[in-house]
C-alpha cells in the first residue's frame, strides 16, 4: 500500500467508526483491547501510519511558530527569515518573528513574549554563544526548541546551520588558485559560534597551504566594521593580496573604503564575502562570496522542528549543510 492510505480507509475496512479507529490507533482514549488489536491489525495491513507530525499540531494547536534572530535589518537575517517562513508554508504555519537586536536581554524577553503566544515551536538565532543559554533554557521548557544559523555552547537542542570550516576552506583555496601570496582575515569575535567557527575555520584552512597570514582585524558582523578594518590595514601596511571578510557586510564595508582610499580592488587586493545576500551582488566589483542554502536551511529547520514537535523524546539532531562558492568580479583581476 501507498501513504494515501488514510483513516477512512481503515476505519471501513475494519468497520468501526473514523472516531473509534483514531482513538485505537493513538491510545487517547479507552477502546477495548479486541477492537485496539483489530483496528491496528487492518492499519498494518493496509499500510496506514499515523501521521504524529498532523497530531501534534492540531492538539492545542496555534499553527504557528516563533522565531528569533540577532539584527532582521542585517540582508542575510532578512533572507533567512523570508526562506523559513516560505517554507512553513507547506505544512500550514505561520511565522511570528522577534529580533533580539543581538542583546541576551533583549532576546530573553522577546522569547518570554513568544512563548506566551503559546507558539507550537522555537526558532531561534542566538545572540551570544554563551550567555544566551539561560533564555534557551527557559523557553525550551514551554516549547520545542530549534537553533539555526548559530548556537549556543553546551546546549542540548536540534541544530541546522552551514558548514562554516567547509566554506572557508573553498574561499582560501580559491584565492590561492587566483595566485594570493598574503592574506588577512577581517572577522567577527567570539560572541557567536558563527564568528569562532568562521575564523577557526580559516586559520585551519591557511594551514593547508603556504600563504602569508597578516594579523586578524575582529569586530563585529557589520558595514562599520569592514569600513573600519580597511583603514586599519592601510594605516598599518604593507597591504595583503588577499581579505576573507567572514560576512558579506564586513566585506563591502571593506570593499567601498578600500576603493575610497586609492587601493584598487581586484587590482591590488582581491576580497570575499560570506553568505551570499543580496548587497554581494550590487557592490561595485560584485563580491566573490560563499553563499549559504537559504531554501536548504529552511526545508532542514522546518523538518526538524515538527519531528521535535512530534517527539520531544527523540535524540537531537545536528544538520550541517554545504555551502558554494560564487566568483565574481572582486577577485577576478584584468
Known amino acids: 500500500m501507498t501513504d494515501e492510505v488514510r483513516l477512512r480507509d481503515v476505519a471501513e475496512a475494519a468497520g468501526v467508526s473514523i472516531a473509534t479507529a483514531s482513538r485505537a ?3 487517547r482514549n479507552r477502546v477495548s483491547a479486541s477492537t485496539t488489536a483489530h483496528v491496528t491489525a487492518v492499519a498494518r495491513r493496509l499500510g496506514y501510519q499515523v501521521n504524529s507530525v498532523g497530531r501534534a499540531l492540531r492538539e492545542g494547536s496555534t499553527r504557528t511558530v516563533g522565531m528569533t534572530v540577532p539584527v532582521i535589518g542585517n540582508p542575510y537575517f532578512a533572507q533567512l527569515v523570508d526562506a523559513v517562513e516560505g517554507a512553513l508554508v507547506e505544512p500550514g504555519l505561520e511565522l511570528l518573528i522577534a529580533d533580539s537586536h543581538g542583546d541576551v536581554d533583549h532576546e530573553a524577553r522577546r522569547l518570554r513574549t513568544l512563548v506566551g503566544r503559546q507558539i507550537d515551536g522555537l526558532v531561534v538565532v542566538p545572540a551570544d554563544v554563551e550567555r544566551s543559554a539561560p533564555a534557551l533554557r527557559a523557553a525550551r521548557r514551554h516549547a520545542p526548541v530549534v537553533q539555526l544559523d548559530r548556537r549556543v555552547e553546551g546546549l542540548t537542542t536540534d541544530f541546522v546551520g552551514v558548514d562554516n570550516a567547509l566554506g572557508m576552506r573553498v574561499v582560501v583555496d580559491h584565492l590561492v588558485d587566483r595566485g594570493a601570496r598574503s592574506v588577512v582575515l577581517v572577522g567577527a569575535d567570539d560572541v557567536t ?20 597570514v597578516h594579523a586578524p582585524l575582529l569586530d563585529d558582523f557589520s558595514l562599520e566594521a569592514g569600513q573600519r578594518a580597511a583603514e586599519e ?3 598599518r601596511g604593507p597591504l595583503p593580496d588577499a581579505v576573507v571578510a567572514a560576512d558579506d557586510l564586513l566585506a563591502v564595508g571593506v570593499v567601498t573604503t578600500l576603493r575610497r582610499l586609492g587601493v584598487d580592488v581586484p587590482g591590488r587586493v582581491l576580497v570575499t564575502g560570506f ?8 557592490t561595485e566589483p560584485a563580491l566573490t562570496t560563499v553563499v549559504q542554502p537559504f531554501a536548504a536551511l529552511a526545508q532542514e529547520v522546518t523538518r526538524t522542528l515538527l519531528a521535535r514537535i512530534a517527539d520531544g523524546a527523540a535524540p537531537t ?4 549543510i554545504s555551502p ?11
Open 25 to 27: 490507533l493513538t491510545g
Open 233 to 235: 590595514l592601510v594605516a
Open 317 to 320: 539532531r545536528q544538520s550541517r
Open 275 to 282: 553568505d551570499g545576500t543580496v548587497i554581494a551582488g550590487i
Open 193 to 212: 559560534s558563527a564568528g569562532v567557527e568562521r575564523r577557526e575555520g580559516f586559520e585551519a584552512a591557511v594551514a593547508r597551504t603556504g600563504l602569508e
Open 324 to 334: 558554494e562558492l560564487l566568483v565574481r568580479a572582486s577577485t577576478t583581476r584584468p
